[in-house]
């Protein structure tokens, strides 16, 4: 097994777009498996293992490196062609839909799978301490973030090998980090109709933001709003205090807000 490969062709790019598929490689660089130890080790049925298996096969990403008989079974053993392999170079190469798709795919994936837990603590009405979901701007050099890259890698090794003990839950974490970049409109969108509507509890996932007139058009109209946040919520710097106090009933976040001390304060309050 190689130390590092670098991804060749787009072919190999979307068959890495696969969380499955990423899983499956981790776990082959510790050892050689067969596809049964893979499933078992994944909670996967086999047969979806092996169709994986043999996706990564057919483009280079995985090898077959023994092949044993047992009991009159032939058992096939494979390993990643690297223990890293790098993405970076194809996808500035690639033509820029096939890479945008690449990207769409791996992050629809880790939106799906939270949605699925966020679903579930919803059904269960409980508060799962393991769904985390955070927000936060950094200002930094590009050695310092490589510096915090690392620190991170090795935050998170102690944690990548089940270890047994009491309690232990597979966890999926997916962090990115992007420049910022403003958006021709907004860089959040602006309140959804549902969150303003006059319904008893309302949603909103996503960035959303509060300008004032939405809470002014809120009381001239004789509603109060209920407002249930996933991800980020921003207020607008302009909104006093009083009228989040007069036009805001019931306020629930689960991500990063954005509002001024006093506003916050008062959504803190409302939040109880």
């Not at 077959?64 to 494979?78: D, Q, S």
């Not at 974490?173 to 109709?193: L, R």
Request: charge should be negative; charged fraction near 25%.
């Amino acid at each position: 097994m190689l130390e590092h490969y670098e991804i060749e062709n787009i072919e190999q790019l979307r068959a890495i777009a696969d969380l499955l598929r990423l899983r499956i490689i981790d776990l082959l660089k510790t050892q050689p498996m067969t596809v049964t130890q893979l499933g078992e080790a994944l909670g996967e049925a086999p047969a979806r293992v092996h169709y994986h298996v043999r996706e990564l096969e057919k483009v280079g990403l995985l090898r077959l490196v023994e092949t044993r008989e047992k009991g009159g079974i032939l058992e096939k053993y494979y390993q990643p062609v690297a223990r890293d392999i790098a993405v970076e170079k194809q996808l500035l190469s690639a033509p820029p839909a096939d890479a945008v798709t690449v990207m769409s795919t791996v992050l629809s994936q880790m939106k799906e799978g939270f949605l699925r837990a966020f679903r579930h603590m919803l059904e269960q009405k409980v508060n799962d301490p393991y769904l985390g979901l955070g927000l936060t701007h950094l200002y930094m050099t590009a050695e310092e973030m490589k510096q915090l890259e690392d620190q991170m890698i090795d935050l998170f090794k102690p944690y990548e090998q089940r270890r047994g003990i009491e309690g232990e839950q597979e966890m999926v974490g997916f962090f990115t980090v992007y420049p910022s970049i403003a958006s021709p409109v907004s860089a959040f969108q602006k309140v959804p109709e549902a969150v303003t509507s006059s319904s008893p509890r309302t949603w909103a996932v996503g960035f959303v933001e509060f300008r004032r007139s939405d809470l002014e058009k809120a009381l001239a109209e004789g509603r109060r709003l209920q407002i249930e946040v996933i991800g980020v919520c921003r207020f607008a710097d302009d909104i006093p205090a009083d009228l989040v106090e007069r036009a805001v009933e019931h306020f629930h976040l689960t991500g990063k807000l954005y509002a001024s001390p006093a506003v916050r304060e008062v959504l803190l309050k409302k939040a109880a």
